[in-house]
C-alpha cells in the first residue's frame, strides 16, 4: 500500500493506471492445485520507473509475459492503460502488446537475419502505426543518434553487431512504436558494469522523454538505487 | 511484410533451403516431364490424320482398321471390291475419297498405293498438308514418292530406281524386280506414319501385280507400250478414306457404308477411333503419373520434416516476433508462405531444367523418333497441376505451421 501512494505523484488523476494486476493466478500445470504466480494486488501509476528484483526461475519472466499478454492469467485481471487485456481476443492482444507495450530481454531480441533497419521497421508494422514509412527513418535516426549508435549500422545484420550494440538497437526496436509501457527482463545482464551503466542511462533518458512507465527485471540488487522504488518479487508473488 | 520475412527467413538457411528447392524441383521435374511427354505424344499420335470425317475398310474391329490403314501396323482382313469403292464414292454426300491399297513394302518400309488426292486431300496435325521436299507427285504408273524417313534412311534421291517387294518382310524373297520404281517426289517430315511410308499410284501396284498368280510371280517387264494395252484399273484396294460434303452427313453415311449389301463394309471416325485407341495406352500413363506424384508426395514430406526441424532452432525467433506483436497466426502464415516459396522456386527451377532438356533433346528426338517435343509445355491440365501442388504444399507445411504456435510461447 506504501508503494500505491508513492506512486501516485506521477499520476494525473483523470488518466488509468499504467499496471494493475487483481487476484492474477497462473499455471502452466493445470493438474495442480498451487500456482506458479498469485498476484493479489499491485498497481504502478503512470511515468514510473520500477525495479523488481528477484532470483532466476522465480517466475519473473512469467509475471512480465502476463503484463505484455504473451500468456493469459487463468484468473483475475491484467489491466494495462485501464484495459483488461487478458479478455480481450487474441489477435487484439498482440496488437496491444505491439502498440503498448515494448519488451527489452537479456539477449536474443533482434531477429539475426533481418538487419537493423528491417527489424524495427518490423516492430513498426506489427503495431499498424499511422507513421508513414519516412517518419519511421527519421524517427529511426534520431532513437540511433540518442542511443549513440551510428546510423550506418541500420542495413547491418544483427546477428554481426556486439552485445552492446544490440541491447541498444532492442532499446530502440522497444521505443520505435512510442509504447507507454516499457518491460525490461534482466536486460544488463549480458553487458560489463561500464556498459551496464551506459545502457540504464540511455533506457532512463529515452523513458524518461516519453513518459513512459519502466518495469525492469533483475536479480542484481545493486541496479535498485536508480529506481524510483523497487519491489521484491517473493513479496509480489503470495503463491511463495 | 509477410513476403518479405519469409524471403529473408529463408535467404539466411541458404544449404538447407537449397537442398530442399532442388529435391522438389527434381520431382516437379519428373511430373512435369511425364506430362509434357504424355501430351506431345498423344497430339502427335491423333495428328496422324485429319480432315478426314470417314476411313472404310473391310468388316473389322475400329481399331484394327485404324491401324493397318493410318499407322501401317497390322494386317487387312480382306479388301474392297472396285466396284463397291466406285459405288461408295458416287454418292451424294462424298466430296473426295482416297483410296488406299497395301500389301508391299520395301526394305521394311510400307508401300502404299493410292491416287493423287492423296497429295490434296490428306492432311495431319492441325489440317496441315503434305508439303515436297524434293520433286513432285507421281503422275506414271511407275513412279514414287518416298516419305521423309525412307528418303534420309535409305539415302535415296530423285531419279533413283527401287524394287518392290511382295508382302511386308523386311527381307523378301519374292521381288518385283521386272518393273522398278523411280523416285520423282520426297516428301517434308510430318512426324507421323507418312514418313516412313512410300507412296505408288494404284496403277503401279495393278501393273506389278499382273500376271501373279496366287502370289507366284510370272510376270515379265512391261514397257511402256504394254502399259496401255493392259487394264491397269485394281480389283480391289484395301481401303479408303473419305470427306465429306457435309460433317452433318457423317452418321448418316456411316450408316450406309455398315448397311452396304454387295459387301460387308464398316466405317470408322478416325478422331473417335484414335481417342480409343489412346485410352488403351492410357494404363502405362496413369502408372507413370502415379509414380511421379510418389515421388512428389516423398520430396513435399521431405520439406515438412526440414521445416519441423528448423522449428524447434528458430523459436526464440518466433518469440521475437510474438514480443513484436505479432499473432500465432501470422507466425503460421509465415512457415505457410516460406514452404510456398520454396515451392514457387522449385518450380521455375522444374520448367527451366525441363525446357533445355527439350532444346537438347529436341533434335535427337526428331531425327531418330520422328518425333517433335514442342517448348511449349503450359497447358490448362500442367497448370491445373501446379496449383495442384500449391494446395498440397498448404496442408502439408500445416504441420511445421502448427507446430511452430507450441513453440513460440515457449
Same mark, same amino acid.
Given at each position: 500500500?506504501?508503494?500505491?501512494? +508513492?506512486?501516485?505523484?506521477?499520476? +494525473?488523476?483523470?488518466?488509468?493506471? %499504467? ?41 519473473? $519472466? ?132 561500464? %556498459? ?38 517473493? +513479496? ?5 | ?65 485404324? #491401324? ?33 491399297? #497395301?500389301?508391299? $513394302? ?5 508401300? #502404299?498405293?493410292?491416287? $493423287? ?43 533413283? +530406281? ?86 452433318? %452427313? ?135 497441376? #501446379? ?16 507446430? $511452430? ?6
Amino acid at each position: 500500500m506504501n508503494n500505491a501512494i +508513492k506512486t501516485s505523484l506521477n499520476q +494525473k488523476p483523470d488518466e488509468p493506471l %499504467a499496471i494493475e494486476l487483481e487476484n492474477v493466478r497462473f499455471t502452466y500445470d493445470k493438474a495442480s492445485d498451487s500456482p506458479l504466480l498469485q498476484v493479489n494486488h499491485w498497481q504502478v501509476a503512470r511515468a514510473q520507473k520500477v525495479f523488481v528484483a528477484g532470483k532466476s526461475g522465480s517466475g519473473k $519472466s512469467t509475471l512480465l509475459e502476463l503484463l505484455s499478454g504473451l500468456l493469459v492469467p487463468q484468473a483475475g485481471a491484467v489491466k494495462i492503460l485501464g484495459k483488461t487485456i487478458n479478455h480481450l481476443r487474441t489477435a487484439r492482444r498482440d496488437q496491444f502488446r505491439a502498440q503498448h507495450i515494448g519488451m527489452i530481454f537479456q539477449q536474443f531480441n533482434l531477429i539475426p537475419w533481418l538487419s537493423v533497419e528491417q527489424n524495427i521497421a518490423a516492430a513498426h508494422y506489427f503495431s499498424k502505426g499511422s507513421g508513414k514509412h519516412k517518419s519511421l527513418v527519421n524517427k529511426l535516426d534520431e532513437l540511433l543518434c540518442l542511443l549513440r549508435l551510428d546510423t550506418a549500422i541500420k542495413s547491418q545484420r544483427t546477428a554481426e553487431l556486439s552485445i552492446g550494440q544490440q541491447q541498444r538497437v532492442a532499446i530502440a526496436r522497444a521505443l520505435i512504436n512510442e509504447p507507454e509501457i516499457i518491460i525490461a527482463d534482466e536486460p544488463t545482464s549480458a553487458l560489463d558494469a561500464d %556498459a551496464c551503466d551506459h545502457f540504464i542511462r540511455l533506457l532512463f533518458d529515452l523513458v524518461e522523454k516519453n513518459r513512459a512507465t519502466l518495469i525492469f527485471v533483475s536479480h542484481d540488487r545493486s541496479l535498485k538505487e536508480y529506481f524510483d522504488h523497487s519491489v521484491d518479487f517473493q +513479496k509480489l508473488n503470495a503463491s511463495f | 511484410m509477410l513476403l518479405k520475412l519469409a524471403s529473408r527467413s529463408l535467404l539466411s538457411r541458404k544449404v538447407n533451403v537449397g537442398l530442399t528447392v532442388f529435391s522438389i524441383s527434381i520431382s516437379i521435374f519428373i511430373m512435369l516431364a511425364i506430362g509434357h511427354v504424355k501430351n506431345e505424344a498423344k497430339a502427335s499420335f491423333t495428328s496422324v490424320v485429319s480432315g478426314v470425317d470417314l476411313i472404310v475398310g473391310a468388316r473389322t474391329g475400329q481399331i484394327n482398321l485404324l #491401324l493397318y490403314s493410318i499407322f501401317r501396323i497390322g494386317q487387312p482382313t480382306n479388301n474392297i471390291s472396285w466396284e463397291s469403292y466406285q459405288a461408295l464414292s458416287a454418292r451424294k454426300e462424298v466430296a473426295w475419297t482416297i483410296p488406299i491399297s #497395301l500389301g508391299d $513394302s520395301h526394305k521394311g518400309f510400307r508401300v #502404299l498405293g493410292t491416287s $493423287s488426292r492423296y497429295f490434296s486431300h490428306f492432311k495431319y496435325g492441325n489440317k496441315r498438308e503434305l508439303v515436297f521436299s524434293n520433286g513432285e507427285q507421281f503422275n506414271r504408273p511407275f513412279d514414287v514418292v518416298l516419305g521423309a524417313d525412307v528418303a534420309r534412311s535409305l539415302q535415296y534421291s530423285l531419279g533413283d +530406281k527401287i524394287t518392290l517387294s511382295h508382302g511386308v518382310a523386311s527381307t523378301s524373297f519374292s521381288e518385283h524386280a521386272n518393273n522398278p520404281f523411280t523416285v520423282v517426289g520426297i516428301l517434308k517430315p510430318t512426324g507421323t506414319s507418312v514418313d516412313q511410308t512410300l507412296h505408288v499410284p494404284l496403277e503401279g501396284i495393278e501393273a506389278i501385280h499382273s500376271g501373279w498368280q496366287s502370289g507366284v510371280n510370272l510376270s515379265q517387264k512391261l514397257s511402256s507400250n504394254d502399259l496401255d494395252k493392259v487394264n491397269l484399273t485394281p480389283k480391289t484396294i484395301t481401303a479408303f478414306m473419305v470427306g465429306l460434303k457435309s460433317k452433318m %452427313a457423317t452418321f448418316t453415311f456411316q450408316r450406309q457404308v455398315n448397311q452396304f449389301q454387295p459387301e460387308a463394309l464398316m466405317a470408322i471416325l478416325p478422331g473417335v477411333s484414335l481417342a480409343e485407341l489412346w485410352r488403351m495406352m492410357g494404363v502405362i500413363e496413369g502408372i507413370l503419373l502415379f509414380i511421379s506424384s510418389l515421388v512428389l508426395l516423398a520430396a513435399l514430406i521431405g520439406m515438412s520434416t526440414m521445416m519441423l526441424t528448423a522449428i524447434r532452432e528458430r523459436r526464440k525467433e518466433f518469440f521475437v516476433l510474438r514480443v513484436i506483436g505479432a499473432s500465432p497466426w501470422f507466425i503460421m502464415c509465415l512457415i505457410q508462405a516460406e514452404a510456398i516459396l520454396i515451392t514457387l522456386l522449385g518450380m521455375c527451377v522444374a520448367i527451366l531444367l525441363l525446357w533445355t532438356g527439350i532444346l537438347f533433346s529436341q533434335d535427337l528426338l526428331a531425327s531418330h523418333f520422328g518425333f517433335f517435343l514442342s517448348l511449349n509445355i503450359f497447358n490448362r491440365e500442367m497448370l491445373m497441376s #501446379l496449383a495442384l501442388v500449391l494446395v498440397i504444399v498448404l496442408f502439408v507445411s500445416c504441420i511445421p505451421a502448427i507446430s $511452430s504456435t507450441r513453440h513460440a510461447q515457449l
